[in-house]
C-alpha cells in the first residue's frame, strides 16, 4: 500500500494546546511493522494486530487526530519503505545507530536493551560454546551485525538470516540451527511458554528504541514533542507495566525525556 502525501507544514508548529495536534494536516499514518516481533507488534488469536508499539503508534495518532494503517512488512524492508516515502513510521523495535542515521531519522528512545543467545533446552549455554556451530539472526538487525562483526571472535561455522523471529525459532526448535541472536525483551517474551526454549546469555549492546521515519522528516519532530509528552504523562511507563510485567525505572529511556537523536 502507499501512504498518501503528507502534508508536514502545519505539522512543523508546536500545537501541543490540546491532544489533538494538526489533525488536518495528518488524518492517517500509514505504519509499518514486522508483525510476529513480540511482544512489539504481533497478531492476537483473534488476528488482531497487538503489542507495546502497536499500543504506541496509536496513541501518538490519537495525539495527532489520525488514524492508522499497519503495514506488514519484513524487518530488513522497513528502511526503504520508509525512505521511499511508502510508510510515515516505521517500528519493530529499531535501534538507533550511527550508521542509520545518515540515512533516516529517529525520534527520541523509548526502551533501552541489549542483544542476548537464545539455544534450544539443553544446547550451547554460553557463546563461548558456539564454536563451530550455526547461529541465526534476523536480516538487517543488530543482531545479525553483532553477529557479522563478532563471527571469527566466536567462531561460528554460519551465520544463517531469517525475516523474522518465528521461521528462525522453528529451525532452533528442530537443530537446523544451534543458537539464535537478537533483542533479549522479544525472546524472554516468547521463551517464557516454552520449555524447550531458553535464553543462555544477555549480550551487552547498549542499545536503544525507537520510531524511525524518512531523513529530516518534519514527523519525526513532530512525534518526538508527543514522546515527551506521553513520558511526562506516564503513559510510556504504563505500556511498559502493560508488557513486561513490571515498573521501568527512572533512568531509563523508557521514562527519561531525551534529545533526538543526531549523528555523533
Avoid: C
Avoid at 494538526?22 to 511482544?39: C, F, H, M, Y
Avoid at 529517529?106 to 539443553?122: K, R
Wanted: glycine letters at 8%.
Amino acid at each position: 500500500m502507499t501512504a498518501s502525501p503528507l502534508k508536514l507544514a502545519a505539522l512543523g508548529l508546536a500545537l501541543f494546546g490540546s491532544t489533538t495536534l494538526a489533525a488536518s494536516a495528518q488524518d492517517k499514518l500509514t505504519v509499518g511493522a514486522n508483525i510476529g516481533n513480540v511482544p512489539w507488534e504481533f497478531q492476537d488469536e483473534s488476528g488482531d494486530f497487538v503489542g507495546f508499539e502497536i499500543d504506541l503508534v496509536n496513541e501518538v495518532a490519537a495525539r495527532l487526530g489520525a488514524e492508522v494503517e499497519i503495514v506488514n512488512i519484513p524487518f530488513n524492508g522497513l528502511f526503504s519503505a520508509v525512505q521511499s516515502g511508502r510508510i510515515d513510521i516505521a517500528t519493530s523495535s529499531i535501534t538507533i545507530t550511527d550508521e542509520r542515521l545518515e540515512s533516516v531519522s529517529f525520534a527520541q528512545p523509548y526502551y533501552d536493551s541489549d542483544q542476548s543467545l537464545t539455544v534450544a533446552t539443553g544446547g550451547p549455554a554460553s557463546l563461548d560454546e558456539m564454536k563451530d556451530k550455526a547461529v541465526g539472526v534476523d536480516t538487517g538487525s543488530t543482531g545479525d551485525m553483532w553477529a557479522t562483526g563478532n563471527a571469527d571472535q566466536v567462531g561460528f561455522s554460519d551465520i544463517r538470516r531469517y525475516e523474522g523471529l518465528s521461521p528462525a525459532m522453528l529451525d532452533l526448535a528442530a537443530g537446523r540451527i544451534d543458537g539464535y541472536i537478537s533483542d533479549i525483551p522479544a525472546l524472554l517474551y516468547y521463551v517464557k511458554d516454552k520449555p524447550n526454549l531458553e535464553v543462555v546469555q544477555r549480550i551487552e549492546t547498549g542499545e536503544k528504541y525507537s520510531m524511525m521515519f524518512a531523513k529530516d522528516s518534519e514527523l519525526a519532530t513532530t512525534v518526538n514533542d508527543i514522546l515527551t509528552t506521553l513520558k511526562e504523562e506516564g503513559v510510556l511507563a504504563g505500556l511498559h507495566e502493560k508488557w513486561f510485567g513490571a515498573v521501568p525505572e527512572d533512568t531509563t529511556s523508557t521514562v527519561k525525556v531525551l534529545p533526538m537523536p543526531t549523528l555523533n
